[in-house]
RNA sequence: GGAACAUUAGCUCAGUUGGUUUAGAGCAUUACUUUGACAGAGUAGGGGUCACUGGUUCGAGUCCAGUAUGUUCCACCA
C-alpha cells in the first residue's frame, strides 16, 4: 500500500466520521452489558462551539470511548438547552432587525418567531461538535422544550407546589430592566465599579412641625443611588451613635418632593461608613426592605420595569435611572443639599445574560422552597456517594447547600416553559397540567361554574428545565420506569464546569433523589476555565478567543483535541496557547513516521530470504517492549480512574515517542539493505497496535486511519475494538525494565565516544566505572551477546578480561572496573585524553 | 469582610503516608548533527535558595505556625 509522505487530516476526519455513523457504533440501547452514561452539558440553543465546549466535549468524549473500548455499553446523549433569556435576547433583536417590535407581538406569534429561529440557527454546535470527533448518540438528541420533556417540566412544578415546596410570594428579587425579567441570585455578577458616594442633606422637621433652615440644622445621609431618595422612606441611624439618637423619633423631609419621613434607630446602620445615618428605601434595596419591614415603613416604587422613573418618584417621570441620577444631582445643588461628593469603588450586580446593572426590585414570583428538598444532595456528596474531581469542590457545595436560600424559579419572559397557574379577575388560583383540568379544579376550589381563567404570564427559569435532564433525556419522567431509564440511570461522569456548579450540578441532585429516587451520577469532573496565556478568560470583547472551526479546518480535530488536553492539568484553570496544537501535529507526524517505517519492513519481509540471513536473532527487544507497555498501560489505567486525563496522555505521547519509537523501533530495526523478519514485524505492528488502541480516545482519526493501513484487512474498526484489559505488569517485568535501562545508558555511552572517537581519531577507548556500574553493566552482557542491535552497533564480550568491549563502527570502547580508583578524577582525564 | 486553593526551571505542571547520594517531565532555549521512517527530526547541554520567616525532626519541596502574592467562591456598608 502507498503510504502518503504527510498524515491528510481532513480526508481522514471526513472519512472515518461517516464511516462510524453508518455502522451506527455510537447508538446504544440497553443490553445486558454494564452501561455507561455521559449526559452533555446541554449547550445553550443559540450557542457556537467555544474552547470551553472544547475542552469540556473532548473530555467527555475520550470518557466515552474509553468505555466503549473497555466492553461497556458507552451512552453519549446530546442536545441543547432552550436558554430562554439568551435566546428570547436574540428573537428580539432578530426581529428588531426586521423592523418588528416585541411588544407589538401577541404571546404565540413571538412564539412562533422562536421556534422558527430555533429551527432555522439553533443547534448549530451539535454539528460542530461532530467535527471535533464527539462520539454521540444523535439518534437520542434532546432539546429542554421538546414536548415529552415540556409536560415533564410542568408535571414537576405541580408535583412541588402540591408538595408545598413550591410557593408564591412578594419578594425583592434581582431585576434586569433590559430582559425585563427576575433573576436568581446567581445569575448576577457583582463588578468594581469606580462610583460617586453623594453626601445630602435632608431638612430636619421640629416638634411642631415646621421645617429646620438647611443650613443650621439637618441630617446627611450618604447614597451612591441619588435618584432613589424619592422612593425614601426613612432615615435610620445606629440607636447607640452620640450623634443622632436624640433624633430618633423625629421627622426629616425628603429633598425636593417634601415627603415627610421618620428618623428610625437600627442597629444595622454602621456609624463608622459614610454620614453614619442611612437613608431608607424599601422598594429598592434589600436590606432597606428588611429593615422597612421591620418597621412598618410604607414602599414607593419609583421605578418602572424597564428601569425609567415611575409616577411615584414625582419628579423626573420616564426618564432613565442613569439619566436621573445625573439630573438630580444638578437639582439637589441648585437646592442646596449636596454636602459633597466622594469618588468611591463599589460593587455592583449586573445581569449575567445582558450585562445591565440590575435592580433590587419588590415583585411577586414563584418560589421554590429550597431547604425542603436539598437535604439528600447534600449527604450524597458528603458520604462519597457522589464525588468530586477535584475534591476541593466538595467544601464548595456543603457550604451552599447548608446556607441554601429559596430559588426564584419565574422569569418575565415568553420563550420557555410558560408556569402552569391559572387565574381568575380576582387574583385567585390553581396549579394545573394544563387550562382543562385547571378550569376544574377551580370550580371545585371555589364553588364556581365556568371561571374565566387565564394562564400566568411568565415562564419558569431555564435551570427549572435542565436540572431535570439526566433522567429526562431518558424519559424518566414522561415516560416512568421506561427501559433506558432503567438501565442507563444513574449516569456515571458528569464534565461540566465550576461556575455552573449550584445552578445546575447542586440542583440535578436533588431533582435526581427527588424524582428517581437515585443520584442522577456517580462523578463530577470540574474543567478549569480556558484562559489565553496572559491568564485573561476568553471572551468575545477581548478577541482573544481562537476560532474552532478555522483551528480544526487548518491543523485538524486530533491535533486541537491534543493541544487543548495537554495543557489542561486536572483541576486547574488551562493557559491556553495555540503553540500546544503543533505540539500535537508534531506527535501526529511521529506517529505516521511509524507507520512508514513499518510499510518499509513491510517490502524488505517479503524479500523470502533463508532463515540464515535474517539477522535479528533475539525476542529481548519485544519482550522489553512488553514490559513497557504493561507498566505504561497500568499507570494510564490508574490515571484515568482519577480523572488525570491530562497525564494520562503524557504518559501515553512518552511511550510512543520515547520508548516506542526512539527505542523499540531502532532495536528491531534491519541492518541498512538486511532483510525483516515477518514474525518481528508481526510483533511490531502488533504493539503499534496496542499503542493505537490506547491513543484513540485522545485521537480518533488519526489512530484508526492508521490503525487500518497497518494491516490490510482488519476485523473490527478501532473504536470498538476492545481494549486488552489483562495487561498487567508481571513479575519478571521490574528486571527486564532495569535491562533496558542499563542498555539505553550503555548505548549512550558508546554514542558518546563514537563522537569524541572520530573527532580525535581514536580507534579505542577505555571508559572507567564503578564497582556498582559495572555490576549494572553486568546485567546486560548476556544482552550483548545476543546482538541486540544489528544496524548502529554491534557489541561482544570476548574482549579484555573483567571488561565489556563494544564495537562501534570501527572504534572499540573497554568499560572497565576500577574500584580503587577515584572515579570522577579518573574519569576526567580520559576525557582529557580524548 | 469570610473562606477555599495555590506559589517548584523562561512557560505549563508532576512530586504518593517526611528518607536514593546531584529535586523531575513536556514545551521553549543553546550547541552540534542533514543521503536510510521522521529538520514537523536526532543527540548533547544550560537553566531551580522548591515564595518568605520561624518551628517540629537524625532528616522538610513534603508536616506545623506566621507573612507575602495570586486565583476563585461566598457575603456585601448605603
Not at 456 to 471: A, G, I, N, Q, R
Request: glycine share 6%.
Amino acid at each position: 500500500m502507498e503510504i502518503s509522505k504527510n498524515f491528510d487530516f481532513k480526508a481522514a476526519e471526513n472519512k472515518w466520521y461517516t464511516h462510524w455513523l453508518d455502522q451506527k457504533y455510537f447508538e446504544s440501547t440497553p443490553d445486558d452489558r454494564e452501561p455507561y452514561t455521559v449526559v452533555i452539558p446541554p449547550p445553550n440553543v443559540t450557542g457556537i462551539l467555544h474552547m470551553g465546549h472544547c475542552l469540556n466535549n473532548t473530555i467527555q468524549d475520550i470518557l466515552v470511548r474509553r468505555a466503549r473500548m473497555m466492553g461497556k455499553n458507552a451512552c453519549w446523549v446530546p442536545g441543547t438547552d432552550h436558554a430562554s433569556i439568551a435566546t428570547e435576547a436574540k428573537v428580539v433583536q432578530m426581529l428588531r432587525e426586521r423592523g418588528i417590535q416585541k411588544a407589538s407581538l401577541s404571546r404565540n406569534e413571538f412564539l412562533g418567531y422562536a421556534w422558527e429561529w430555533k429551527e432555522k440557527y439553533g443547534g448549530i454546535i451539535l454539528q460542530q461538535l461532530k467535527k471535533l470527533g464527539c462520539s454521540l448518540d444523535w439518534n437520542r438528541t434532546s432539546f429542554t422544550m421538546d414536548p415529552d420533556y415540556y409536560n415533564s417540566v410542568i408535571h414537576v412544578f405541580n408535583d412541588l407546589y402540591t408538595k408545598g415546596y413550591i410557593y408564591r410570594g412578594k419578594r425583592m428579587i434581582n431585576w434586569d430592566p433590559r430582559a425585563k425579567t427576575a433573576l436568581s441570585d446567581e445569575e448576577v455578577i457583582f463588578k468594581e465599579v469606580q462610583g460617586k458616594l453623594y453626601f445630602l442633606k435632608y431638612q430636619l422637621v421640629d416638634a411642631d412641625g415646621n421645617k429646620l433652615p438647611l443650613a443650621d440644622a439637618g441630617i446627611t445621609i450618604a447614597t451612591v443611588r441619588p435618584e432613589t431618595i424619592l422612593g425614601d422612606a426613612a432615615i435610620a441611624v445606629n440607636p447607640n451613635d452620640e450623634r443622632f439618637k436624640h433624633l430618633i423619633g423625629s421627622y426629616a423631609v425628603v429633598p425636593l418632593i417634601d415627603r415627610k419621613i421618620p428618623i428610625i434607630g437600627d442597629d444595622y446602620v454602621a456609624t463608622d461608613f459614610g454620614s453614619g445615618a442611612l437613608k431608607i428605601t424599601p422598594a429598592h434595596d434589600m436590606n432597606d426592605n428588611q429593615i422597612g419591614i421591620k418597621h412598618g415603613l410604607a414602599v414607593y416604587d419609583i421605578l418602572n420595569e424597564d428601569g425609567t422613573l415611575s409616577n411615584e418618584a414625582q419628579l423626573l417621570i420616564g426618564k432613565d435611572r442613569f439619566e436621573a441620577r445625573k439630573e438630580i444631582v444638578v437639582l439637589l445643588e441648585q437646592a442646596g443639599h449636596v454636602v459633597k461628593i466622594e469618588d468611591y469603588v463599589h460593587q455592583v450586580g449586573f445581569s449575567e445574560r445582558t450585562d445591565v446593572v440590575v435592580e433590587p426590585r419588590l415583585s411577586l414570583q414563584w418560589w421554590v422552597d429550597m431547604k425542603k428538598i436539598a437535604g439528600p444532595a447534600l449527604s450524597a456528596v458528603q458520604d462519597g456517594e457522589i464525588n468530586f474531581h477535584p475534591a476541593k469542590f466538595k467544601n464548595l457545595y456543603r457550604h451552599w447547600m447548608e446556607n441554601i436560600k429559596d430559588w426564584c424559579i419565574s422569569r418575565q419572559l415568553w420563550w420557555g416553559h410558560q408556569i402552569p397557574a391559572w387565574y381568575d379577575a380576582e387574583g385567585r388560583f390553581v396549579v394545573a397540567m394544563n387550562e382543562k383540568d385547571a378550569i376544574e379544579k377551580f370550580s371545585k376550589a371555589y364553588n364556581i361554574d365556568n371561571p374565566q381563567l387565564k394562564q400566568d404570564e411568565d415562564c419558569l427559569d431555564t435551570w427549572f428545565s435542565s436540572w431535570l435532564w439526566p433522567f429526562e433525556v431518558f424519559k424518566g419522567i414522561s415516560n416512568p420506569g421506561n427501559k433506558d431509564v432503567s438501565y442507563y440511570y444513574p449516569t456515571q461522569s458528569l464534565v461540566t464546569a465550576p461556575e455552573i456548579i449550584f445552578f445546575w450540578v447542586a440542583r440535578m441532585i436533588m431533582a435526581g433523589y427527588e424524582y428517581m429516587g437515585k443520584k442522577p451520577f456517580s462523578d463530577v469532573y470540574f474543567t478549569g476555565i480556558v484562559r489565553d496565556t496572559q491568564g485573561r478568560k476568553m471572551s468575545k470583547q477581548l478577541g482573544n478567543s481562537p476560532d474552532l472551526l478555522e483551528m480544526i479546518d487548518e491543523i485538524g480535530a486530533d491535533a486541537v483535541r491534543f493541544g487543548i488536553l495537554i495543557a489542561s492539568p486536572a483541576g486547574n484553570d488551562l493557559l491556553w496557547d495555540k503553540a500546544s496544537n503543533e505540539q500535537g501535529r508534531n506527535f501526529i507526524n511521529k506517529l505516521w513516521n511509524a507507520l512508514k517505517l513499518i510499510e518499509i519492513w513491510k517490502e524488505k519481509a517479503k524479500a523470502n530470504l533463508s532463515a540464515e540471513e535474517v539477522s535479528l536473532a533475539s525476542d529481548w527487544p519485544h519482550q522489553w517492549f512488553d514490559a513497557r507497555l504493561r507498566a505504561s498501560s497500568a499507570e494510564i489505567d490508574q490515571l484515568m480512574a482519577q480523572y488525570k486525563l491530562s497525564e494520562a496522555l503524557k504518559t501515553l505521547y512518552s511511550l510512543i515517542w520515547d520508548d516506542f519509537c526512539s527505542w523499540y523501533l531502532e532495536w528491531v530495526k534491519p541492518g541498512f539493505e538486511k532483510p525483516m523478519d515477518q514474525a518481528h514485524l508481526d510483533k511490531v505492528i502488533n504493539n503499534f497496535e496496542m499503542l493505537l488502541e490506547r491513543l484513540h480516545p485522545f485521537m480518533p482519526f488519526v489512530t484508526e486511519e492508521i490503525y487500518h493501513l497497518l494491516r490490510e484487512q482488519q476485523n473490527v474498526d478501532l473504536c470498538v475494538r476492545q481494549l486488552d484489559q489483562t495487561l498487567q505488569p508481571t513479575s519478571s517485568d521490574a528486571q527486564t525494565l532495569k535491562e533496558g535501562e542499563v542498555l539505553k545508558s550503555a548505548i549512550t555511552a558508546i554514542r558518546d565516544a563514537r563522537v569524541k572517537a572520530q573527532i580525535k581519531n581514536k580507534d579505542a577507548v577505555e571508559i572507567y566505572c564503578t564497582a556498582q556500574e559495572q555490576a549494572d553493566w553486568e546485567i546486560i552482557r548476556p544482552l550483548l551477546s545476543k546482538q541486540v542491535n544489528a544496524s548502529s552497533f554491534s557489541f561482544t564480550t570476548d574482549a579484555i578480561a573483567n571488561s565489556i568491549q563494544l564495537v562501534v563502527g570501527s572504534a572499540k570502547l573497554y568499560i572497565k572496573s576500577e574500584q580503587a580508583i577515584d572515579t570522577s578524577a579518573q574519569r576526567k582525564t580520559i576525557e582529557d585524553e580524548l
